[in-house]
């Protein structure tokens, strides 16, 4: 019987990783087959002997008809009764050692000890359902760390004449921002993208020759310009933008096949040939007015014109060297000639031109040019593949690591870039080193994490910080919660303005009244905002700006900010005097102290999202951006419905987009009160506020466009035919017949914009079973 129990024996320790992991000292009868049969145990042969030919085995098995065999013999000698009570005592001292090896065994198994050190560990994190620091502390910590005198250091390390992205110059400076992070403690990374941009020719050059002119050679160049050689006649069309045009068309000038004069200004390079080749024009050239611009008559213009941001071969998708796409273009490059020429090229060609007198307040008495003002232009830019890097760094939360902030700053520039990307990769760096040290020194604990990046190809188009969305844009997705930009966030010391989504509106105006002005006398909104905030501060947040893509194209609540010279633009971009020196004169040397007070106000907006509780982000302020959109599309139907009943029938209702809307402000209310009634101790239910906020601007996105062709996908502040100021023009062109309406059209995207709203509304609201037919 005992050769029976071994094998079995074995089979169970191999199973449990050679230790049984519990054992009973009356458990033997079992075994691993599961059969009940009992296991006989031979004391001695003394025993035997005693018991005759009646064997422990037999009488142990218990039989109704006889008493135990122990019963029987409890009125035997007390020879007997010493060897039954020796028995006793051994099996009462076998269990026992089998009990304490066991016991032992199963104190140095490795799989248990690790498993009790995990579980113990697990309670002596500190997750914190409430932030272990006042807010005000907080503040007080981050106005510690900063000051303008430590500024300068900085710029000065990262000062370089010439860091075009790709070059030596830029990987350079790449190699310091990673260093710093470390030095920092950060955790750093790199992230790899081979994209193509379009440099100026390497031998030759672009030219024009006006008339019988010379031929001029301009040494600035548009990147993505389509290249060739045009012949037509120069037509001045001001800043290039569609009321510009739409003027010129209105004199009954011929627009198609003229070579546009444009001043720089008001709406970037890249609309403004986008809105020249919907005319017909042949090609466009650029030039810095001198009454706007003071930069010198032979200042050269650097700049871009895709209408997009990313690498344009590679739209909607990275740029990984691994990614085998068939060619693909974007529909934002231009199909015409984009040139940029010098103030005293342009003055020579407008002394020269015919036609009708240009209107005063386009800066007359110049005329406007007529069919004999004849110019050649030639554009051979080069595109090239190159290599960029985009550097991170992370500060990790201590509740919600996984949910995180954005902070980044353009690497690269033209020329100097003093005031494009030194100034703003010195605030990153500063602004990291700060918080950072908080965290490590002060005891200050995030309840989310912040990334830093340090973005190449900027002034390509954004197309770091693009191709980085577009390869992880499912990694960032319900991760990404905003998107501070940090790029030429001092250019002046006259005004300050904001671009940003309407969510985070109400924490923008919150952090101006926390944030000293730069003279200390008050509060930004005491020097800025005077009066109605929202006029004063706010402005459109432009293509050409990095944030743009992180909101209309990754759904991804951003905000960019700085210090302006007033009303007009900063006259050193695009330019090689965008210098320290020239910066320091715009500012009356005032760009430490500056840089300081944006390094503030972004610390403050970060630092307030990755502290609080509850997600600072106001759902309740798109509502009155959409109520006005659809106001206006709700006139303009009307109109239309009572100019051209044919192409509208009366069948076509705004019920439906109005209920939208209101299923909006329903569902943000309902928000709000789920908001006043959260208890902020309990961690899920935070997370899961959070989570509701968090779906608002990723689900303006359409989801009815492709990203490849319609890459800026938010209905409300993108850019293509599906937004609802597509729609509103759409309108425009049906109530005058416009031969480019269509009807069928219009009412396609006029129900998928109303779906996109009512399932914005939808998710707002919360769980399924939270929907009910008022939403």
Request: proline content about 4%; aromatic content about 10%; hydrophobic content about 40%.
């Given at each position: 019987?005992?050769?029976n129990?071994?094998?079995k024996?074995e089979n169970?320790?191999l199973k449990?990783?050679g230790?049984?992991?519990s054992?009973?000292r009356?458990?033997l009868?079992?075994?691993m087959?599961g059969?009940?049969?009992?296991?006989?145990?031979k004391?001695s042969?003394?025993m035997d002997?005693?018991?005759g030919?009646n064997?422990v085995g037999e009488?142990?098995?218990?039989?109704?008809?006889?008493?135990p065999?122990?019963?029987?013999?409890?009125?035997?000698?007390p020879?007997n009764?010493?060897?039954?009570a020796a028995?006793?005592?051994?099996?009462f001292?076998?269990?026992?050692?089998?009990?304490y090896?066991?016991?032992?065994k199963?104190?140095?198994?490795?799989i248990?000890a690790?498993?009790?050190?995990?579980?113990?560990?697990?309670d002596?994190?500190?997750?914190?359902a409430?932030?272990?620091?006042?807010?005000?502390?907080?503040?007080?910590?981050?106005?510690?760390?900063?000051t303008?005198?430590k500024?300068?250091p900085?710029?000065?390390?990262?000062?370089?004449a010439?860091?075009?992205?790709?070059s030596?110059?830029?990987?350079a400076?790449?190699?310091?921002?990673?260093?710093?992070?470390h030095?920092?403690?950060?955790?750093?990374?790199t992230?790899?993208h081979f994209?193509k941009?379009?440099?100026?020719?390497?031998?030759?050059?672009?030219?024009?020759?006006?008339?019988s002119?010379r031929e001029?050679?301009?040494?600035g160049?548009?990147?993505?310009?389509?290249?060739?050689?045009?012949?037509?006649a120069v037509l001045?069309?001001?800043?290039?933008?569609?009321?510009?045009?739409t003027?010129?068309?209105?004199k009954?000038?011929?627009?198609n096949g003229?070579?546009m004069l444009?001043?720089?200004?008001?709406?970037?390079?890249?609309?403004?040939v986008a809105?020249?080749?919907?005319?017909?024009?042949s090609?466009?050239?650029?030039?810095a007015?001198?009454?706007?611009y003071?930069?010198?008559?032979?200042?050269?213009?650097f700049?871009?014109?895709?209408?997009g941001?990313?690498?344009?071969?590679?739209?909607?998708?990275?740029?990984?060297?691994?990614?085998?796409f068939?060619?693909?273009?974007?529909?934002g490059?231009?199909?015409?000639l984009?040139q940029?020429i010098?103030?005293?090229m342009?003055t020579?060609i407008?002394?020269?031109?015919?036609?009708?007198?240009?209107?005063?307040q386009?800066?007359g008495?110049?005329?406007?040019?007529?069919e004999?003002?004849?110019?050649?232009?030639?554009?051979?830019?080069?595109l090239?593949e190159?290599?960029?890097?985009n550097?991170?760094?992370v500060?990790?939360?201590?509740v919600?690591a996984?949910r995180?902030?954005?902070?980044?700053?353009?690497?690269d520039?033209w020329?100097a870039g003093f005031?494009?990307?030194?100034v703003?990769?010195?605030?990153?760096?500063?602004?990291?080193?700060?918080?950072s040290d908080?965290v490590k020194?002060?005891?200050?604990?995030?309840?989310?994490?912040?990334?830093?990046?340090?973005?190449s190809?900027?002034?390509?188009?954004?197309?770091?910080a693009?191709?980085?969305l577009?390869?992880?844009?499912?990694?960032?997705?319900?991760k990404?919660?905003?998107?501070?930009n940090?790029?030429?966030?001092?250019?002046?010391p006259?005004?300050?303005?904001?671009?940003a989504?309407p969510l985070?509106?109400?924490?923008?105006?919150?952090t101006?009244?926390?944030v000293?002005?730069?003279n200390?006398?008050?509060?930004?909104?005491?020097?800025f905002a005077?009066?109605n905030?929202e006029t004063?501060v706010?402005e459109?947040?432009?293509?050409?700006?990095?944030?743009y893509?992180f909101?209309?194209f990754?759904g991804i609540p951003?905000v960019?900010f700085?210090?302006?010279?007033g009303?007009?633009?900063?006259?050193?971009?695009?330019?090689?005097?965008?210098t320290?020196?020239?910066?320091?004169?715009?500012?009356g040397n005032?760009?430490?102290?500056?840089?300081?007070?944006t390094t503030?106000?972004?610390?403050?907006?970060?630092?307030?999202?990755?502290?609080d509780?509850?997600l600072r982000m106001d759902?309740?302020k798109?509502?009155?951006?959409?109520?006005?959109q659809?106001?206006?599309i709700?006139?303009?139907?009307?109109?239309?419905q009572?100019?051209?009943?044919?192409?509208l029938?009366?069948a076509l209702s705004?019920?439906?987009?109005?209920?939208?809307?209101?299923s909006?402000?329903r569902?943000s209310?309902?928000?709000?009160a789920?908001?006043?009634?959260?208890?902020?101790?309990?961690?899920?239910?935070?997370?899961?506020?959070n989570?509701?906020?968090?779906t608002?601007?990723?689900?303006?996105?359409?989801?009815?466009?492709?990203p490849q062709?319609s890459?800026?996908?938010?209905?409300?502040?993108?850019s293509?035919?599906?937004t609802?100021?597509?729609?509103s023009?759409h309108?425009?062109?049906?109530?005058?017949?416009?031969?480019?309406?269509?009807?069928?059209l219009?009412?396609?995207?006029?129900a998928?914009?109303?779906?996109?709203?009512q399932?914005?509304?939808?998710?707002?609201?919360?769980d399924?079973?939270?929907?009910?037919?008022e939403?």
């Open positions: 019987m005992e050769k129990t071994e094998p024996e169970f320790r449990f990783n230790e049984p992991h054992y009973t009356f458990n009868t079992q075994n087959e059969d009940n049969s009992q296991v006989e145990m004391l042969s003394d002997e005693e018991v030919g064997g009488n142990l098995n218990h039989n109704s008809n006889r008493k065999y122990v019963a029987q013999k409890l009125g035997c000698t020879k009764l010493c060897f039954m028995a006793t005592l051994l099996i001292i076998i269990g026992y050692l089998i009990g090896l066991v016991h032992q199963k104190d140095v198994t490795p248990c690790a498993s009790v050190a995990t579980f113990e560990e697990a002596a994190i500190e997750t914190g409430a932030p272990l620091m006042d807010w005000d502390d907080v503040k007080k910590l981050l106005a510690q760390k900063l303008a005198a500024f300068e900085v710029f000065s390390e990262f000062s370089s010439n860091h075009r992205a790709g030596p110059g830029d990987e400076l790449a190699i310091k921002v990673i260093k710093k992070f030095e920092y403690g950060m955790k750093s990374w992230n790899e994209v941009v379009d440099d100026p020719p390497a031998s030759g050059s672009n030219s024009f020759v006006f008339k002119g001029e050679r301009p040494e160049f548009l990147s993505y310009s389509a290249n060739g050689t045009v012949t037509g001045y069309a001001y800043y290039g933008r569609e009321d510009d045009f003027f010129l068309r209105d009954s000038i011929n627009l003229r070579v444009v001043r720089a200004g008001r709406i970037s390079f890249a609309e403004k809105n020249a080749a919907k005319t017909g024009a090609a466009v050239l650029i030039y007015d001198p009454d706007e003071s930069i010198g008559a032979n200042t050269q213009l700049g871009h014109v895709h209408l941001s990313g690498d344009p071969y590679t739209p909607g998708f990275p740029s990984f060297n691994h990614t085998q068939p060619p693909v273009q974007s529909s490059l231009p199909k015409i984009a940029t010098t103030a005293a342009a020579s407008l002394r020269q031109l015919g036609g009708q007198n240009m209107p005063v386009w800066g008495p110049n005329k406007l040019g007529e004999s003002d004849v110019i050649t232009v030639s554009v051979n830019n080069v090239a190159k290599k960029i890097n550097i991170f760094g500060i990790k939360g201590f919600d996984d995180y902030v954005v902070i980044g700053a353009q690497r520039a020329g005031a494009a990307s030194t703003g990769t010195s605030v990153l760096v500063e602004l990291a080193r700060s918080i908080m020194n002060d005891g200050f604990k995030p309840r989310r994490s912040i990334v830093f990046a340090s973005w190809a900027g002034e390509y188009g954004s197309v770091g693009t191709e980085w577009e390869g992880y844009v499912t990694s960032l997705s319900m990404a919660f905003s998107y501070i940090l790029d030429g966030v001092v250019t002046g006259k005004g300050f303005k904001v671009a989504s985070m509106h109400s924490l923008i105006q919150s101006m009244n926390e000293n002005s730069p200390k006398a008050g509060t930004l909104s005491s020097q005077r009066g905030w004063s706010l459109p947040l432009k293509m050409d700006n990095a944030a893509p909101l209309a990754s951003s960019s700085g210090f302006t010279s009303t007009s633009d900063y006259k050193y971009f695009g330019t090689m005097l965008d320290r020196e020239n910066l320091n004169l715009v500012t005032q760009v430490p102290q500056l840089a300081e007070i503030r106000f972004a610390g403050h907006m970060a630092l307030r999202l990755v502290h509780h509850l759902v309740m798109y509502y009155k951006v959409i109520s006005m659809v106001g206006k709700n006139v303009k139907v009307n109109a239309v009572r100019m051209q009943p044919q192409l029938p009366k705004m019920q439906w987009l109005i209920f939208a809307t209101s909006y402000s569902a209310s309902r928000l709000m789920d908001i006043q009634n959260c208890d902020l101790e309990d961690i899920e239910m935070c997370r899961i506020i989570d509701r906020i968090m608002v601007e990723r689900n303006f996105l359409s989801l009815y466009v492709s062709e890459p800026f996908r938010h209905i409300l502040l993108g293509g035919p599906h609802l100021k597509a729609v023009n309108l425009d062109a049906l109530r005058t017949d416009d031969s480019k309406a269509d009807a069928d219009f009412r396609k995207q006029f998928l914009a109303t779906w996109t709203i399932g914005c509304a939808n998710s707002l609201a919360g399924i079973w939270s929907l009910d037919n939403m």
